[in-house]
């Protein structure tokens, strides 16, 4: 978010690559909405040909823990997800 605007990511079927079968995106309002979305896109693109590891995200119920597992947390009051590399 930047001074009354927002750019926020987005995901789309891209059938190019079996591996991977959705590309990441960008959507954006506001006075440089065409500015911000490029700019989004950008980091994404380079982030995307840079990495070596294909992210996993895995969502279970909230009650089930992940003691001493790998990845990053990010507890909903619905589900847990747990975001790997």
């Known amino acids: 978010m930047q001074a009354g ?3 926020y990511l987005i995901v789309r079927r891209d059938d190019t690559d079996p591996r991977r079968p959705r590309r990441l995106g960008a959507a954006a309002y ?4 065409q500015q911000l979305a490029h700019d989004l896109t950008a980091h994404v693109e380079a982030w995307g040909t ?3 590891a294909l992210p996993r995200l895995t969502i279970t119920p909230p009650r089930i823990r ?3 597992q790998p990845g990053t947390l990010i507890s ?3 589900s847990l997800l747990t ?3």
């Open 5 to 7: 605007c927002l750019a």
């Open 30 to 33: 506001g006075p440089p909405a």
């Open 50 to 52: 840079t990495r070596t």
């Open 66 to 68: 992940h003691n001493g």
């Open 76 to 78: 909903k009051p619905e």
């Open 83 to 85: 975001l790997t590399y």
